[in-house]
């Protein structure tokens, strides 16, 4: 469905965060007239009408914002009311595909690195390009791009629970357990991460992992259609300045995407040179009385969390774990570190589970309360050479308001002790 088809039909924006405002000014723009949003709490805006008061009969359309369930309450009476639920995801999709290349990304961890770092290239090689999607800008608020645009979208599972419309290449880089709470099942998550590639139709490519049983079966059912990441290349990765062997495998899937766009390898190679990396991904923060301090906020999940401590595990460890907790296994998580010589783990409130395994694997723990202090027993803990590492391996919310504040506070405690 796109703009044009909404027209003549009440449209209710369902949600109103970044890609609620964003879709509101492109249905206005294109001269939708009957507009309301709504949201769960109030919002100061003249379109804004009560949740309980929205009025849904077989002619509206509810546009939901990617943070909403589609099990949410309110879907749910409204579908059985008639009204057709989308998102902006399945507009921008719609009135996109089939002008200029629409790349999709998606995966449980390296979005944003692989979706930035394809973009780069493909700027590099002199293309318009535009990064749009969960990475922050929202995709609806290009559409009207010039046809030659190729954009890169990075699609969180919350996008992809619903899509309609695939994009013409569509990137799975891995397959883990996350957003449980959300879904409800770990099957329930990767079926949505899948979805990109069970949409596609005939000229459509799917890029993925084959490292990955779910997604060899899924390329089985895609069958011509489907490219499996390319291998080896170390040589064309050389010059990148991103760290760790999981990093390299998100490079590598960027090399796929673009020698499926004819991009000249030489291109890449450059692009590779120049790029520069993410923030709270592996980022050094400072050295501090001889010890390193690095930012992995980002990291979410045990799996992200053990490939930042494979980049590290040869020096004196010191790594800052835990966040809310959403039932992780943390089993193989311990047993890595175990396998260190010199770790220890600090560990953050919301983190029990995390604690408990650790303790069963006989790694050395210690409980902290706020980063200042974590940092502070690093700094008594480590030696010259040493490494603290903040992989948390859960998600922020309880104690940041997510993980860029966790990052941006460890940044500033470590910056206090210097």
């Known amino acids: 469905m796109g703009i044009n088809d909404s027209k003549d039909k009440r449209v209710v924006i369902f949600g109103y965060g970044r890609e609620g405002q964003a879709t509101l000014a492109a249905l206005r723009a294109r001269g939708v007239i ?11 805006v003249p379109e804004f009408v009560k949740v309980d008061d929205v009025v849904i009969d077989g002619q509206t359309v509810v546009i939901k914002a990617p943070g909403i369930p589609l099990s949410n309450l309110w879907i749910a009476k409204w579908q059985k009311a008639g009204a057709v639920i989308t998102s902006s995801t ?12 629409i790349v999709g990304v998606t995966g449980t961890k390296g979005k944003s690195t692989t979706a930035s770092l394809l973009a780069h290239v493909i700027g590099e090689a002199g293309k318009p390009v535009k990064l749009v999607g969960n990475i922050g800008v929202p995709s609806i608020s290009e559409i009207g791009a010039d046809d030659e645009t190729i954009f890169v979208v990075e699609m969180s599972s919350y996008q992809l629970a619903d899509l309609e419309i695939a994009p013409d290449i569509g990137v799975i880089l891995n397959l883990y357990e996350e957003h449980m709470d959300w879904h409800g099942s770990v099957g329930e998550y990767q079926q949505a991460k899948m979805r990109i590639g069970e949409v596609m139709t005939i000229g459509d490519v799917l890029v993925y992992n084959a490292k990955f049983l779910q997604l060899v079966e899924l390329a ?9 990441i390319v291998e080896g290349e170390d040589e064309m990765l050389n010059s990148l300045k991103l760290l760790g062997e999981h990093n390299k495998e998100n490079a590598r899937a960027v090399l796929t995407v673009a020698r499926i766009l004819n991009i000249d390898d030489e ?63 943390f089993e193989q998580l311990a047993k890595r570190l175990s396998a260190i010589d010199e770790v220890l783990a600090l560990v953050m409130p919301g983190g029990d589970n995390v604690f408990a395994a ?50 941006r506070m460890f940044a500033e405690a470590v910056r206090r002790a210097r």
Not at 370 to 382: F, G, P, Q, R, Y
Request: hydrophobic content about 40%; glycine content about 8%; proline content about 5%.
């Open 34 to 44: 009957d507009v309301v949003v709504t949201d769960e709490k109030n919002i100061d």
């Open 90 to 101: 399945n507009i921008f999709m719609a009135e996109r595909k089939g002008r200029g290349k």
């Open 220 to 228: 089985g059912r895609v069958q011509d259609q489907a490219r499996p």
């Open 267 to 329: 291109v890449t190679e450059k692009a590779f040179a120049s790029f520069q990396p993410l923030p709270h991904r592996l980022q050094f923060i400072a050295e501090v009385r001889g010890v390193q301090f690095v930012n992995d906020s980002i990291s979410t999940t045990p799996e992200s969390a053990m490939a930042a401590i494979d980049v590290y595990a040869g020096k004196p460890l010191v790594i800052i774990l835990g966040g809310q907790d959403r039932g992780y296994n």
């Open 358 to 407: 650790l303790a069963d694997e006989g790694v050395a723990a210690e409980r902290v309360s706020t980063l200042d202090e974590a940092v502070e027993k690093s700094l008594v803990h480590l030696v010259k050479g040493g490494v603290c590492l903040l992989s948390p391996a859960s998600p922020s919310y309880g104690q940041f308001k997510n993980f860029e504040e966790r990052g």
